[in-house]
């Protein structure tokens, strides 16, 4: 898996594009849980759980299905100020599942493990991206701030990262050359 350093991070740059009312810590709280959240599932080791089983590490949990669904109900838990099922609570919900999605979408594109269930429930069978340039990373913690450790970390920053911070910039500059585009039409339409 990537390192949850990075799947935090993935949601926080994404919850600061979110604009509105939502653009508050508890979306920027919620988007973090959710993208982490997936990794939960190594809890089932401890119960017996199978890595292969469909239940298991970077199973059904890791799936976009399980995203909406979580993102459905962190809607309706954490948001409920906002009237269910209205465009805004739409906007929350696929945010939210977004983000929860991104978690296996990273993880398929590392080196190891048994590949993720993205088709989840229909279908356990466990996928790789075409490419993987991301090194797995350890299950726990003690591997944290080893050499190996930081090695992924790098790659990750070089990887993921990187463009989603060339993204977060693109998306700011459109928003920019929109904004004035509208000030421009609004002045010379008066």
Same mark, same amino acid.
């Given at each position: 898996?990537?390192?949850?350093?990075?799947?935090?991070?993935? +949601?926080?740059?994404?919850? #600061?594009?979110? /604009?509105?009312?939502? $653009?508050?810590?508890? *979306?920027?709280?919620?988007?973090? %849980? !959710?993208?982490?959240?997936?990794?939960?599932?190594?809890?089932?080791?401890?119960?017996?759980?199978?890595?292969?089983?469909?239940?298991?590490?970077?199973?059904?949990?890791?799936?976009?299905?399980?995203?909406?669904?979580?993102?459905?109900?962190?809607? +309706?838990?954490?948001?409920? #100020?906002?009237? /269910?099922?209205?465009? $805004?609570?739409?906007? *929350?919900?696929?945010?939210?599942? %977004? !983000?929860?999605?991104?978690?296996?979408?990273?993880?398929?594109?590392?080196?190891?493990?048994?590949?993720?269930?993205?088709?989840?429930?229909?279908?356990?069978?466990?996928?790789?991206?075409?490419?993987?340039?991301?090194?797995?990373?350890?299950?726990?913690?003690?591997?944290?701030?080893?050499?190996?450790?930081?090695?992924?970390?790098?790659?990750?920053?070089?990887?993921?990262?990187?463009? !989603?911070?060339?993204?977060?910039?693109?998306?700011?500059?459109?928003?920019?050359?929109?904004?004035?585009?509208?000030?421009?039409?609004?002045?010379?339409?008066?």
């Amino acid at each position: 898996m990537p390192t949850v350093i990075t799947h935090a991070f993935v +949601a926080g740059v994404a919850a #600061h594009q979110f /604009r509105g009312e939502e $653009r508050r810590r508890r *979306l920027w709280d919620v988007g973090i %849980l !959710v993208s982490v959240l997936p990794d939960a599932d190594v809890l089932g080791f401890r119960l017996g759980v199978d890595y292969a089983d469909a239940f298991g590490h970077r199973g059904f949990f890791h799936s976009p299905c399980c995203a909406a669904l979580v993102a459905l109900l962190c809607a +309706a838990v954490f948001f409920r #100020h906002v009237p /269910r099922f209205t465009a $805004r609570w739409w906007k *929350l919900v696929a945010f939210l599942s %977004l !983000v929860g999605a991104s978690h296996g979408i990273l993880d398929a594109c590392t080196d190891g493990g048994l590949g993720i269930a993205l088709l989840a429930p229909f279908d356990n069978t466990r996928y790789f991206a075409p490419w993987t340039p991301i090194p797995v990373s350890s299950i726990g913690l003690h591997d944290v701030f080893t050499g190996r450790f930081m090695a992924v970390l790098l790659r990750e920053m070089l990887w993921v990262w990187l463009p !989603v911070i060339a993204a977060w910039c693109v998306l700011g500059g459109i928003r920019h050359l929109l904004k004035c585009r509208r000030g421009v039409r609004s002045t010379t339409g008066s």
